[in-house]
C-alpha cells in the first residue's frame, strides 16, 4: 500500500556531493521511519540513515558526520545529504520505509546506484 519514488544516484568524484531523496505515497500512518540502506556485491544490506516521524536520526558510523538525513512530513520525503563522499561508498542505495501500526510492514525502494570514483 505505500509506494517508494527515488531519485538521486550517479557518478561523482571522491570528496563530492550527492543528494538522494525518497518520496513515499499511499497509506502513510503517523508512526513511521524512513531511511537508507546501502547493498555492495556479496554484502547483507547495511543501515546508512534513517529518521523516524518524530525526527530522530540514527547514523552508521562509517558516515557519521558526512551524511545528513533529513524528511519533509507533508510530503512524506526523506532526502540524504551525501558529502566528503569516499570510493567506499559506492553501492547501491535503497530508500526503506516502515510503518508501525497497525501492525509492522517494510517497504523498499527499487535502488539507485551511487558511484564514486577515486
Known amino acids: 500500500q505505500v509506494q517508494l519514488v527515488e531519485s538521486g544516484g550517479g557518478l561523482v568524484q571522491a570528496e563530492g556531493s550527492l543528494r538522494l531523496s525518497c518520496v513515499a505515497s499511499?497509506?502513510?500512518?503517523?508512526?513511521?521511519?524512513m531511511g537508507w540502506f546501502r547493498q555492495v556485491p556479496g554484502k547483507q544490506r547495511e543501515l546508512v540513515a534513517t529518521i523516524t516521524s518524530t525526527g530522530i536520526t540514527t547514523y552508521a558510523d562509517s558516515v557519521k558526520g558526512r551524511f545528513t538525513i533529513s524528511r519533509d512530513s507533508a510530503k512524506t520525503t526523506a532526502s540524504l545529504q551525501m558529502n566528503s563522499l569516499k570510493p567506499e561508498d559506492t553501492a547501491v542505495y535503497y530508500c526503506n520505509f516502515v510503518i508501525y501500526l497497525p501492525r509492522v510492514e517494510n517497504y523498499w525502494g527499487q535502488g539507485t546506484q551511487v558511484t564514486v570514483s577515486s
Open positions: 499511499g497509506n502513510v500512518f503517523r508512526l513511521n521511519s
